[in-house]
């Protein structure tokens, strides 16, 4: 996933048309989805989210805030940020 998100955001840096970004950022939550929370708590990776949420639409934010404010994966993510990312 670290690999496959370093590649994403290489490809993201290069591209200039906003509708291009949006469409890859939907590319990119697709891939990811059931992953979020375990995303979130990994430093490297959600380092590359950061960067293709900052070009995120609103519905794009709020679909993956959504998924990793959920009870157990908020929880999860948390657990394991406290841990260091080890769990």
Known sequence: TSTYLEEIVAHFKTL??????????SNVLEEIA???????????????VEVLMAAA???????????ISEAESFWSAVSRCAAGGSE
């Open 57 to 67: 639409t609103a519905q794009q934010l709020r679909q993956y805030l959504t998924a």
């Open 34 to 48: 059931g992953k979020e929370a375990q995303i979130a708590a990994d430093p490297i990776c959600s380092r590359h």
């Open 16 to 25: 200039v048309d906003d509708e291009e970004r949006s469409l890859l950022v």
